[in-house]
């Protein structure tokens, strides 16, 4: 007990379009990115041929259900929402002149059901998806033409929610590119380094540009970046790889750095030399990097070690990340390893380098939940997790770091992104529906959605320190 979050603190929840819609190809919505990793990010890119089914196309059915969902956030005491606009309900190919009304109807519809319930949105502009044709067709953020096309896109939603959305983020997990180019900029996954970070600067552009949209159609909003929290320690204090380090956590740090700071930081020019590339940059663009974020938003979910010793790197090839096991932590079934400290560590590093306002937009425990004979499903692992994160960030507000809000990663159960399992559960609230897709989709309270309830209702008061557990 002890701690009372500020007031003006945001509680909630996140989710994202192509994990909880479903509804693929209904009102005119062109197929995206996403429609062509059936089995997750991590899984092949297939082209899709009339017939084929695949979980996502389903998902939740929240295209259809998400009235009866927002009451339950409300019912939790939800102030704020993360979601994400499907990019190809609004442009089915991404450059059309004109946006398709459904997909826009669809959202305003969506945004209103939130107001009724006092629920802030929280709108991703992209969050792992793009409409599949500008990657066909234009090769994706390689390609500069698809600058245009993302500020099309900005601006358009700007303008049609402008009374409705007053937060907004740019690109989920911007960072995330390095590891999967296909999801995170639309190229092929064997793509060089100098392909890639091509695609990434293009992407920089577009965001800076959507910021700058912002800024001018919707002067009281707010709009950030988002990165993934990847946060690393040296696995040993030798001076090599706490040096390593550095520059591994520069990897990530490279893009809130452009997006806070409007410029290339010095580093990048001997980490660009060092990996032979040479990006074609134009004045125009660097005049536009110069808008920058308001916040700085972020997952965080894990965080790993980093080592300049060969045998240690080895032992983490394989996973995405390529995070070097930490000895001290335990993982998630998953293989994710926990540390709550982590999460109070990474929220002082950001203030340190920023000062700017921070937003944790996904944080959670992916795991499995047992359905009792009697309904119930008694997640008192999550509970655990949530509690031991939520009070590191109250730790956090104590060393005077600025946090605008907490969203935690799928408060209803969601199709995961690696590998579009529904059996790794995040909710608050069950969905009936495996990772076949048989299930009839209802709803259901689990145990902490009642413990969120209390924190919520609480500010935190409800939360259990270390020292009392
Ligand atoms: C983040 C993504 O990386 O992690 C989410 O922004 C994703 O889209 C979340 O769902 C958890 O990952 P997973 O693979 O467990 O769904």
Redesign the pocket.
């Known amino acids: 007990m002890g701690y009372r979050f500020p007031e003006s603190f945001l509680w909630g929840g996140?989710v994202?379009a192509n994990?909880v819609e479903g509804a693929y190809d209904i009102g005119s919505k062109g197929l995206s990115t996403s429609d062509l990793t059936p089995q997750?990010?991590?899984g092949p890119i297939v082209e899709r041929t009339p017939g084929d089914a695949c979980i996502k196309d389903v998902a939740i059915d929240f295209y259809h259900r998400f009235a009866q969902d927002i009451a339950l956030f409300a019912e939790m005491g939800f102030t704020v929402l993360r979601t994400s606009i499907a990019w190809s309900r609004i442009f089915p190919d991404g450059d059309e002149a004109e946006p398709n009304e459904d997909g826009l109807a669809f959202y305003d519809r969506l945004f209103d059901e939130m107001a009724k319930h006092r629920i802030q949105p929280l709108v991703t502009l992209s969050?792992?998806e793009m409409p599949y044709s500008l990657v066909k067709k234009h090769g994706g953020w390689g390609n500069r033409y698809t600058i245009d096309c993302f500020e099309r896109y900005a601006t358009t939603v700007f303008k049609r929610y402008r009374h409705k959305v007053k937060y907004w983020l740019t690109f989920?997990?911007i960072n995330?590119s390095l590891h999967e180019p296909f999801t995170g900029v639309g190229l092929p996954r064997d793509s060089s380094r100098q392909q890639i970070y091509q695609a990434i600067h293009h992407q920089l552009v577009a965001s800076a540009k959507a910021v700058k949209a912002c800024h001018d159609i919707i002067p009281d909003a707010k709009i950030g970046n988002?990165l993934?929290g990847g946060i690393l320690y040296p696995l040993t204090c030798k001076p090599a790889d706490v040096m390593k380090c550095l520059m591994q956590n520069r990897e990530w740090q490279f893009f809130g750095d452009v997006q806070v700071r409007g410029a290339y930081p010095s580093y990048m020019g001997r980490t660009l030399k060092d990996l032979g590339i040479t990006l074609d940059i134009s004045e125009e663009d660097l005049h536009a990097l110069k808008e920058t974020v308001d916040f700085v938003s972020f997952?965080y979910?894990m965080s790993g070690c980093s080592s300049a010793d060969e045998n240690e790197i080895a032992k983490a090839r394989g996973n995405i990340l390529d995070l070097i096991p930490n000895p001290y932590l335990q993982s998630s079934e998953?293989g994710?390893q926990i540390d709550p400290e982590g999460l109070r560590y990474l929220l002082n590093v950001l203030y340190d380098r920023y000062q700017k306002p921070l937003f944790i937009v996904?944080n959670?425990l992916?795991a499995k939940d047992k359905l009792e004979a009697d309904g119930s499903i008694n997640d008192d692992y999550r509970i655990q997790y949530l509690n031991d994160h939520l009070v590191q960030v109250a730790e956090a507000l104590e060393d005077g770091v600025e946090v605008l809000g907490y969203t935690s990663?799928?408060p209803i159960d969601?199709?995961?992104?690696?590998?579009a399992?529904m059996s790794?559960r995040?909710g608050f609230i069950y969905v009936d529906r495996d990772d076949k897709g048989c299930g009839s989709l209802e709803r259901r309270r689990k145990k902490s959605f009642y413990w969120y309830t209390d924190i919520i209702k609480s500010k935190g008061e409800q939360l259990r320190s270390v020292a009392e557990e």
């Open positions: 996140a994202a994990q997750g990010l991590l969050h792992y989920n997990e995330m988002m993934l997952s979910y998953w994710w996904e959670g992916g990663w799928g969601l199709v995961s992104a690696s590998k399992e790794k995040y």
